[in-house]
């Protein structure tokens, strides 16, 4: 009796997480569709100075495309914390495999810090962006010093994308292992993760087309697929 109650919960905690892995590839294209619309990759190659000066110049101008951005990342962020993570580890019946397990760590410790770091992001940027607006010359370059617009995101990347690459890519290993899900959906693994280790290539670098080239493979196409099929196995979980 008790194991038949602990099945039937667990298939719940699936179908509930499928359903918030559907809703995390949605939030992957809003993010990246906002992203688009925000200075933060044209500051890929700037000084303190220009960057901070591109930056706040566009960002008063419209803050909505980098707040919906934000935002999306904490939901992102949160459903993947709740539920995604521990429930694929569930889905793919290894919890009992240490590079899964380890995976999965370090995937919500990734998601816990992004989360945390995009409500520190658009709580305070109002702040900056209003001080900075009504500051001198030479208080501006010291804002620049600082806060360094592209710091921050430097070391987000080594959570955001070079860490969660490595999280897909223990949940592509181990599907393609216990042949739980289909090559297809290993395949998609892959095209994720390469997408967002070029993506954090491309910040660590100060390339911009190497972001964008991972922005568009694991935020519009990996990220979303990846998250659809899994969200689908998870809900037809039996």
């Known amino acids: 009796m008790n194991d038949q109650g602990s099945k039937s919960k667990n298939i719940l ?122 500051s001198d010359s030479a208080t501006k370059s010291l804002i620049a010093k600082i806060y360094d617009p592209q710091e921050p995101s430097s070391w987000i990347s080594w959570f955001m994308f070079a860490g969660m690459g490595l999280w897909v890519a223990a949940v592509g290993s181990a599907a393609y292992r216990n042949k739980t899900l289909s090559k297809g959906f290993t395949l998609i693994c892959a095209v994720k993760t390469g997408g967002f280790w070029l993506a954090h290539a491309g910040i660590i670098f100060q390339q911009a087309p190497l972001a964008i080239i991972g922005a568009v493979a694991g935020g519009l196409i990996g990220g979303p697929a990846y998250h659809v099929w899994l969200g689908i196995a998870m809900r037809r979980s039996q």
């Open 13 to 134: 905690f699936l179908k509930i997480s499928g359903a918030c892995s559907i809703i995390q590839s949605f939030l992957y294209i809003i993010a990246v569709a906002a992203l688009s619309q925000t200075p933060l990759l044209d500051l890929l190659g700037q000084s303190r100075i220009q960057g901070m000066e591109l930056f706040m110049r566009s960002y008063p101008a419209n803050p909505w495309p980098l707040m919906i951005m934000c935002l999306a990342f904490i939901f992102m962020g949160l459903l993947g914390f709740i539920a995604v993570a521990p429930a694929t580890e569930l889905f793919l019946k290894e919890q009992e495999n240490g590079w899964l397990t380890l995976g999965k760590h370090l995937g919500m410790l990734c998601l816990a810090v992004i989360t945390v770091y995009y409500t520190w992001f658009i709580v305070t940027m109002p702040e900056k962006a209003a001080l900075y607006s009504i």
